[in-house]
């Protein structure tokens, strides 16, 4: 049985929403974050770097939502969830995941959470500048999806819910999406999964 240890609306949303989508039979254990649970000895047993999400296997825990979502893609290839049969195709799918981990998430973090990253004196600069990222970032989205495109690969994969959970995160800094990524983030808030997902989790569509 899988267990999955998600706060609510972070980034775990994504492999939440993954393993609605793959059908799988799994458990849930919300962790709550503004309570510091993350950082309690039960759930540094878990996952010991204190972050979500975390999905307890019956080989191991795995962490990291890159990791965590292809591992829910190959293990229910049926879905159809990943270009599991193309090499080439599948890496660029994990190059776009990786890229919204170190480049997306980061500079989210750089917003909410700059103490973790310089002193209280750098913190306004680091939040002015990591804005200025996330809109490059949603532009760059936004050309990929220009073209026509429903999902960021053609077909829905992985990538896409988990780059809603970032276009959810954009009202929340003010940042402005494009209409191609706004239009993608309402296309996932109409697929059944999500709103089973979101309902888990106690959210509402955007």
Known sequence: MLKLFFAAGACSLASHIALEEAGATYETERVDLSKGQQRSPEYLRVNPEGRVPALVTDRGVLTQSPAILAFIAQSFPEAGLAPLDDPFAFADMQAFNVWLTSHVHIAYAHVFRPARFGDEAAAEAMKVKALETLSESFARV?????????????????????????????????????????????????????????????????
């Open 142 to 206: 936004a050309e990929r999806l220009g073209d026509g495109r429903a999902w960021v690969h053609g077909g829905f994969t992985i990538s896409d819910p988990y780059l809603y959970v970032f276009e959810r995160w954009a009202g929340r800094v003010g940042v402005a999406l494009p209409e191609a990524a706004q239009a993608h983030m309402r296309r996932l808030d109409a697929r059944p999964a999500t709103r089973r997902a979101l309902q888990a989790e106690g959210l509402t569509p955007v």
